[in-house]
Nanobody, 123 residues
């Protein structure tokens, strides 16, 4: 059974950090690009970061560039999103998703999705 499971969300104060994990089971992430998306209440689910296969070319949406870092550990079949300098506007449900080969921003092109993890940034 192909499955992605996110973890690591929670409540954090502005300026704090969290590390999200996206663990895969039932398939190897070696041949998949992994995107991180987020969805705030009343808003669309948008990509904020992605990492490709192999050497792992990375992509960041402008609002998270310089604060978030995506990485992958193929031995653990897991992709991470390190989030630093968090802001209240980062509050959302965060999802990881997989697609073959290269990163794209169109969410319909991703074939497997996790259930999401809530990130709340508030004092």
């Amino acid at each position: 059974q192909v499955q992605l499971v996110e973890s690591g969300g929670g409540l954090v104060q502005p300026g704090g950090s969290l590390r999200l994990s996206c663990a895969a089971s039932g398939f190897s992430l070696d041949y998949y690009a992994i995107g991180w998306f987020r969805q705030a209440p009343g808003k669309e689910r948008d990509m904020i970061s992605c990492i490709g296969v192999g050497a792992g070319r990375t992509y960041y949406e402008d609002s998270v560039k310089g604060r978030f870092t995506i990485s992958r550990d193929n031995a653990k079949n897991t992709v991470y999103l390190q989030m630093n300098s968090l802001k209240p506007e980062d509050t959302a449900v965060y999802y990881c998703a997989a697609r073959r080969q290269m990163c794209v921003s169109f969410k319909a092109d991703y074939s497997s999705w996790g259930q999401g993890t809530q990130v709340t940034v508030s004092s």
